[in-house]
């Protein structure tokens, strides 16, 4: 039987722990291809590389695992993936683990997730996998039980199309972690500061601080769910047409 073929990367560089627990798992379910950035693109949504070129590099940080790193993006490196390097669409896109949470209004801005909808774009089966821990030194032990569990029954169930899971793991130990649940996304929101530096020349600079909260309370929610002790699962899409909306726009009567 010909094992699937999976299309690991992520956001936090070829070198991070995350990616390294997760290709462990997916080298046991399938052929692996890794094709993650060569340095951290946290934060960096779905830009795509358009004003400089793209490198590429045949590693060896994984034995028995073809890998490249790329100086691009995680959407760069789903592109030229399945453009350049892999003979056929993958079976499976798979990008993480991140290091901290990308729940709620976190995957706008998450390359992780974006490497999945890029995957979903194409009309692939994609999962972005996060863990609630922002630390380089993150236990993903505890956690890969759940993740193996969820690429199976990614591959062996009709995954919506043009679809991918937003999956986001509990900072707990496995035995505490009370199961999976499928949630809506959370309405929450970074109450962003910018702290005002200066550098040895005494010139001003910024750096991005913030507080997130603002949840709307629901308990149907990822963050409900994570707060709970569940792994968070939601399906998410590109389409971003505020579909609700459409009917209230139609009553403006823009062409009289």
């Not at 999976?6 to 560089?13: A, F, P, Q, R, S």
């Not at 956690?143 to 169930?157: E, H, P, R, Y």
Request: proline share 5%; with cysteine; aromatic share 8%.
């Amino acid at each position: 039987m010909t094992k699937p073929l999976i299309l690991v990367t992520n956001d936090d560089g070829i070198t991070a722990p995350g990616i390294e627990a997760l290709v462990s798992i997916a080298k046991t379910i399938g052929e692996v291809i890794v094709v993650a950035p060569d340095s951290p693109q946290s934060g960096m949504g779905h830009a795509i590389t358009v004003n400089a070129p793209l490198r590429l590099n045949r590693g060896n940080y994984f034995p028995d695992i073809v890998n490249y790193s790329c100086s691009g993006t995680p959407v760069d490196c789903v592109k030229i993936g399945i453009n350049k390097i892999l003979k056929k669409k993958p079976d499976l896109v798979v990008s993480g683990i991140n290091h901290g949470s990308n729940a709620a209004t976190n995957v706008i801005y998450s390359g992780t997730m974006s490497a999945a909808v890029e995957g979903a774009i194409e009309n692939i089966p994609s999962i972005g996998f996060s863990l609630l821990d922002h630390s380089f030194d993150a236990d993903f032990k505890s956690s890969k039980t759940f993740i193996k569990a969820i690429i199976l029954k990614a591959l062996k169930n009709d995954f919506p199309h043009y679809t991918c899971l937003n999956v986001n793991i509990p900072k707990l130990i496995e035995k505490e972690i009370k199961g999976i649940k499928i949630c809506r996304q959370a309405t929450a929101f970074w109450d962003n500061d910018f702290d005002e530096r200066k550098d040895p020349l005494g010139k001003k600079y910024y750096w991005l601080t913030g507080q997130f909260g603002g949840h709307d309370g629901g308990s149907d929610t990822d963050l409900s769910a994570l707060e709970k002790g569940y792994i968070s699962v939601v399906p998410t899409q590109f389409d971003m047409t505020a579909h609700h909306a459409i009917g209230e726009l139609n009553r403006w009567n823009f062409n009289q």
